[in-house]
């Protein structure tokens, strides 16, 4: 059963990984992704969106798809909403199992869906006093159709 | 019904959701979209071009022709930026 959580605060990558491998023995390879808020063109900070309700059952369905196609010993997401500035996490995936390919690929799945198939929205502010929505890439859509 | 939007459409749009009831004749999701282009200037304006959104019905992605009901929750959104 993996941890997902949805939450304004930052997240703690020693803490979470802790939680995975507490007690255990069977582990052998971590894996994790951290997104992080860049100050591309002048950006002050990006406003994150998302449909609560929707989100964590998107994300619950998410991490069972990657539980069911990979031998993982443990799964967390915790993705952050709210007003987040440059240099600030905005998304953390770690996966945990015996070997490194399957948590380095459950790591990378887990991503690319997270990213077309999980109600969050950017809104990115700027310095010079604009925001805007950010639009949808298809590339993101590429990649997660690969899987 | 619950109608909930999110991101620029709930902008356009002006609020965050209505309640309205299932209107005579609307029975799927691209229905529903052109009943709600029909509210007023900020739904036309929202609904102006339905390829640009996407929708959830009882918060699970959904296609235009996926059938609507008075129960359900149905969201618009943009697609999604998330990650």
Known sequence: MARIAVQEA?????????????????????????????????LAAMVLEHYPGMTERALD??????????????????????RLEPGASIVLVLTASAHRQAALEACAFLMDWLKTKAPFWKREEFRAGHARWVEARAEDDAAAQKW | MQILYFAWVREKIGRAGEELSLPAGVTDVGGLMRHLATLGPGHAAAFANPSAIRAAINQDFAHLADPVADRDEVAFFPPVTGG
């Open chain 1, 10 to 42: 930052p997240f703690d990558l020693a803490a979470e990984t802790a939680r995975l491998t507490d007690g255990r023995t069977d582990i052998g390879a971590l894996a994790s992704f951290i997104g992080v808020c860049r100050a591309d063109d002048g």
């Open chain 1, 61 to 82: 369905k998410i991490a069972a798809e990657a539980e069911g196609r990979w031998p993982l010993t443990g799964c967390t997401v915790i993705h952050r909403v709210g």
